[in-house]
């Protein structure tokens, strides 16, 4: 008994915290992108040592993954005020700047950055891609040189000297130093994309399509890929491919304009006028006045047989364009369709005035040249509403190479695991609208709970918000109260348990951990506890591993992870989250065998998990198992979890 007296005397009464505790649950929670939350914690930190340079830069960090440029960018300066030698703040600040398009302000940073660490690459690289978005060409080449001297291997200089040479257009040059590019590395899917855009130029499109093929297989999410290929392939008539580009262009970024407008064409051109019409429908809902847009759904609609709506469209662009004969032609002529023979021959008459020496009203629809044409999205002239679009000026390919690029842009490349079933104040939540996460002992717990919130099974639990925040750090105060007021004669299992979950739900790992040991040593052994402080230890593990924590030390943490995964299954071994969390735990460490094993004995247990569907389908990815892979993430699917569609595609099911 004096054993129990002196672990519970050792809890505290209130949630205190040092600098250095709070310090690394916010870097904790901006690791795993809680970034409300880890705000919560540097505020605090700056309240208590507002002289520290860390709270600032990591809460500048936080807020530019919020895309609260100009906040980050003012608390990387306050950084840079308490700590001006420190070259990670000037490029935070500087990538910042460069998001508020503050490109001669990011040359500075870097600069700088540069003098603190002349031998770090991507400064210089950076420098040089904010000086081409200037137009500052010459001093672009000169850091381009720089590079190319001291890192000759660096296939992304050359591919960015390319880029300066297209702006100067020069494509010949350019195309030596992208193939320069691609000898170094040939599976930069952004320098293809560049070596597409000098074959377009050239009206090269067979070129154009392989290139472009090869920069999708290696970058498989970017739109702009698909739609620049299927401008190639309907430039030699592969209607079908171009049509199949469009579609997943729309997929990946459903409010892509050119997608929808040279879709729109396409559709048009095959007679599918209907699904056209939504298409310029889109467009024109994107831009209200996009009177080439307007002008082709009038055609649609006249074609369709909606001819008062073709009449309102083409009196739209009539307005506007006053002597676009086209249109008052087939204005007219629908005029007639509905029996209005004054206003059609107004019209005819204005034609006639006009263009006594012009055929008018009979124009190919579709001639071989009206279908190779091309126009600028900024062209504005009526006569080329049958054009596909292309863009003003092809997009820059080259991407700033900065440590605050974040996770996001990874995610774009690599589908992930879903995380691991956890105790969780939040419900389970994870799109699968069918399913509810339910655990016998969870349940059995809430029943016997006197007070505080009620504790679920959840998958992927929400970001907190700045009131969530404020109500668990409440909440764990309130617990704290409670477990400190305890006397021999009670107990305090129950409250140790809810806020180990409290600390879990705000990533203070180590005081969840600490909190499950307690009460494990006070009422024994509990599949609960060790579950939780598995996943606990799991993502302690994955924040050590990432931040530089030694090998052996992450190893023999990873072999607690197991120990406690075992003994919550030797406890409860009917429990399906218990082997999906294991079946997670081998397949961080790559070992998809053992991970697939467990996802099906998950299964087994409940066949409606769609999270173990999707996983398992990974692992067989991954194990080079494609057929099954594809079939587990299509279950997970059919289930709900419909991410399993898009890793699907990424995949290439259905090709060679």
Known sequence: MMILL????????????????????GEIALHYEDYVLSIQYFNQVISLKPYL??????????????????????????AIKLNPYIEAIYDLRAIARIRQDKYNLAIEDYTKAIKLSPDQRNFWYNRAICRMNLKDYKQAQLDIDTIVKKWSKFANAYSLKAEILLHEKDTTEAAKWLDKSLDIDPYDGSTWATRAYIAMARKEW???????????????????????????????????????DYDMALDLDANNFMAHYNRG?????????????????????????????????????????????????????????PNFWTGLSYRAQAYRKLGMTAKAELDEFKILKAQMDKHQGIQPRWSKNKRKAVRKRSEIDPNKYAEMVVADEAESTSEYKS?????????????????????SYFQYNNGVKSYQAFDKNVEEFNTRMR??????????????????????????????VSIAAVNK?????????????????????????????????????SPMCYWQRAVCQMMINDFDSTHGAPGAEVRANMLKVKEDFDKAIALEPNSPYLFYNRGNMYASQKVYANAIDDYTKAI?????????????????????????????????????????????????????
């Not at 064409?265 to 080439?292: C, S």
């Not at 007070?451 to 704290?480: K, M, W």
């Not at 705000?506 to 909190?515: E, K, L, R």
């Not at 389908?617 to 057929?627: D, P, Q, S, V």
Request: proline share 2%.
């Open 206 to 244: 067979k070129d154009a399509d392989n290139f472009l093929s090869k920069a999708i297989k290696l970058r498989p999410r970017v739109a702009n890929n698909y739609v620049n290929r299927a401008l190639a392939r309907y430039s030699y008539n592969n209607l079908r491919g171009a049509m199949a």
């Open 604 to 656: 087994a247990l409940d066949g409606a998990l769609a999270e173990a569907y999707y996983n398992r389908g990974l692992a067989h990815l991954r194990n080079g198992n494609k057929t099954q892979g594809i079939a587990d993430l299509s279950k997970a699917g059919e289930l709900g979890l419909y991410a399993a569609y898009s890793v699907i595609k990424q995949s290439g099911a259905g090709k060679e």
């Open 451 to 480: 007070t505080g919130f009620r504790i679920y099974v959840a998958c992927n639990p929400p970001q907190l918000t700045e009131a969530d925040t404020r109500a668990f750090f409440n909440h764990i105060d309130t617990l704290s």
């Open 53 to 78: 340079y860390q709270p600032w830069q990591c809460r500048g960090a936080a807020k530019y993954y919020l895309e609260d440029y100009l906040g980050a960018e003012n608390d990387a300066t306050q």
């Open 265 to 321: 064409q396409l559709r048009m051109q095959l007679g599918d006028d209907n699904r056209a019409i939504e298409d310029f429908n889109y467009v024109i809902q994107l831009e209200p006045e996009n009177y080439l847009a307007i002008f082709n759904r009038a055609l649609l609609h006249d074609r369709t047989g909606d001819i008062q709506a073709a009449i309102r469209d083409y009196t739209t662009v009539i307005e506007q364009f």
């Open 6 to 25: 002196a672990l519970v005397g050792m809890l505290p009464v209130k949630a205190q915290y040092n600098t250095d505790r709070l310090m690394t649950s």
């Open 489 to 525: 004669t009670g107990g305090v299992g129950r409250e140790l348990l809810q806020r180990a979950v409290a600390y879990s739900v705000v990533q203070d790992y180590d005081a969840a951990i600490a909190d499950l040991t307690t009460c494990m040593q006070m009422n024994g052994a």
């Open 403 to 423: 440590e605050y690029r974040g996770k996001v842009q990874n995610r774009t490349v690599n589908a992930e695991f879903m995380p691991m079933y956890a105790l």
